[in-house]
Structure formats: C-alpha cells, structure tokens
C-alpha cells in the first residue's frame, strides 16, 4: 500500500498546549501536504511542504519534512478548542497524478 | 474565496440503483478527483481526471464508476449499480496545476446505500 501513517491515530491536550502528529510514508514525493477535516465537512489544505524543504510555518502551524525517515511532523502550537478536528497528511507523489492521504490523527483540544 | 460544490449533500438510494454524484470544481482549475471516506474512516483516492480523460484511477474505481465533464462547469460520478459497501462521503477536489498545488475539496456528498 502507498498509503501513508499518522501517529497517534488520537490525542487530547488541554487548551494552550501544543499538539504533535506525525506522517510517514513509504515512496518518494514531490510533495508533503497537511489537511484539516472537521466533522462531516470537507478537507481544508493547510500547508505544503516541497521534497527540498524541511520546515515550513503558517501562523501556529509548524510542519517539518525529514525525505530520509520519509516522515513528516505537524505541530499545532498554542491549541485552542477550535482546533478540534481531523488532521491528515496527503503525499503528492513524483510520477502518479494522484495524492494518497494518511489515515489521519483525531486532535480533541479540552477548553 | 472561490469553493468547490457538491450536489446533493445527502443521496438515499436503494443497491443496484444507478447514482450521479455533481461536483462544480473551481472555475480555473484543470485537475479534477474524486475520493472517497467510509465514515470516519480514511480517505480513499478513487480517479483523477484531466483535459477531458481519466489520468489515475485506484482499484476502487472499476467498472461500476465513471466520471464525466459534460460541460464546462460540471464533473460527474456515475455509479451504475449500487452496492452496500458503496455506502460513504464522497468528495470531489480541484486544482490549478498538478504538482506542488493544493487540493481545493467540496463538502461531500454523503451517499447512503439501502
């Protein structure tokens, strides 16, 4: 299978905390793409991450890239409840037009 | 900002049933998806499609599906005879480019298979 793994598959933190997820993957990729799934609704993108990258920020996000582990980390910091949601990377791969998600890690942020 | 629609949000129909899921993907964008999430489950790629032909496909995608952009707006997924196991989110997502470009998604259609 192409599909990649996030770890944990779920994490409760309190508000204010920063939460931590991990993605690996097991092919070489153009690119590492994070997405947010709120309940019921759509993917949202949330940031991109080129195979000659290896961190990237976007307001409280910080995502890091290691091409040799193929593996991926997204940190939320300074989480707020409206944080709660499904968090899924995606790998867009270097030959296929396609783009495989993770399994995704469900975050619960307790006010 | 620019969104991508899915029509109708909630489909009902009975197996062997033949259902078209609508997607109205955003207007300057060239690649089009379909992918597919048995609830709260993962999300399953299900066929890529550009310049009027399907580029990839997964093996989810077999026989009983086909996709379509009858006109310049819409993109359709037709599954000709429905089973249970159909039973699932369906999403369509759109592009700018292929490569390094984010996927823009709908909010689904949930399709509930009886």
């Known amino acids: 299978s192409q599909q990649g793994e996030e770890d944990p598959q779920a994490l409760s933190i309190q508000e204010g905390e920063n939460a931590t997820m991990n993605c690996s993957y097991k092919?070489?990729?153009?690119?590492l793409q994070w997405y947010r799934q709120n309940s019921g609704r759509g993917l949202v993108h949330l940031i991109l991450?080129?195979?000659?990258?290896r961190e990237k920020h976007s307001g409280r996000l910080r995502v890091t890239l290691d091409t040799s582990k193929k593996s991926s980390s997204l940190l939320i910091t300074a989480s707020r409840a409206a944080d709660t949601a499904s968090y899924f990377c995606a790998q867009d791969m270097n030959r296929d037009d396609k783009i495989i998600f993770g399994n995704g890690t469900r975050v619960h942020i307790l006010p | 900002e620019p969104e991508v629609t899915q029509t109708p949000s909630h489909q009902v129909t009975q197996m062997g049933q033949e259902v078209i899921l609508r997607c109205v993907p955003i207007s300057n964008h060239l690649y089009f998806y379909w992918y597919r999430q048995i609830l709260g489950q993962k999300v399953e790629f299900l066929v890529s499609?550009?310049?009027?032909?399907?580029?990839?496909k997964s093996e989810i995608f077999d026989d009983q599906f086909s996709v379509e952009r009858p006109d310049g707006s819409n993109f359709t997924l037709k599954i000709r005879s429905t089973k249970l196991e159909d039973s699932a989110m369906y999403f369509c997502?759109?592009?700018?480019?292929?490569?390094?470009?984010?996927?823009?998604f709908g909010n689904g259609t949930r399709l509930t298979v009886t």
């Open positions: 991450i080129r195979s000659n990258e």
């Open positions: 499609f550009y310049n009027n032909e399907i580029s990839e």
């Open positions: 997502a759109s592009s700018e480019v292929q490569g390094n470009s984010p996927l823009h």
């Open positions: 092919t070489s990729i153009n690119n």
